[in-house]
């Protein structure tokens, strides 16, 4: 099955059962320096937007890039309240923002899916100079996740 087509059916799962991400991670990207004042954030492979809420919550502009189209309607109406919030139709290998426009790049849950040459070399691209990126996941015992149940 063609991956960028794998999620349709189980976006209700995971607007649903899908876990969000502590505030203590944006709180370290703020720390080091990832996340400057009016940072731009390219969330990849942003699915129904649970990472892109913590960092618009944050007062950030966050850039969903998202290959899958239930996912990204999915998105748009999670993230409703905030109008900094743009979905974008693009992949990790291919996302078609602008060269130099993030200051950080991140990916909630989603980098296995990603060809890691194509995706570095996007990255570099579409980063400004000291931009950075962070790849994260949610660690938890798998086989108590109400979202494994619904699937």
């Known amino acids: 099955m063609d991956s960028k ?3 349709s059916n ?3 799962f995971y ?4 876990p969000t991400y502590p505030q203590a991670m944006l709180e370290h990207l703020e720390l080091v320096g990832a996340l400057p004042s009016g940072a731009v954030v ?3 492979g942003s699915g129904t937007g649970l990472s892109a809420r913590l960092f618009l919550a944050g007062g950030y502009k966050v850039y969903g890039v ?3 189209a239930e996912m990204r309607e999915a998105s748009l109406e999670f993230l ?3 109008p ?6 693009g992949s990790a290998e291919a996302t078609t923002l602008p060269d130099g426009a993030i200051d ?3 990916a909630g849950q989603a980098f296995h899916w990603f060809a890691v040459e194509p995706f570095r070399a996007e990255v570099q691209r579409i980063l400004r100079p000291g931009g950075q990126a962070a790849l994260f996941w949610n660690d938890r015992p798998a086989a108590e996740t109400p979202f494994l149940y619904a699937c």
């Open 104 to 106: 950080l790049v991140v």
């Open 10 to 12: 189980r976006v209700d």
């Open 5 to 7: 087509k794998r999620f």
């Open 80 to 82: 409703a309240a905030y």
């Open 66 to 68: 998202e290959p899958n």
């Open 42 to 44: 390219a969330d990849i």
């Open 84 to 89: 900094q919030y743009e979905a974008v139709d």
């Open 15 to 18: 607007v649903r059962y899908r």
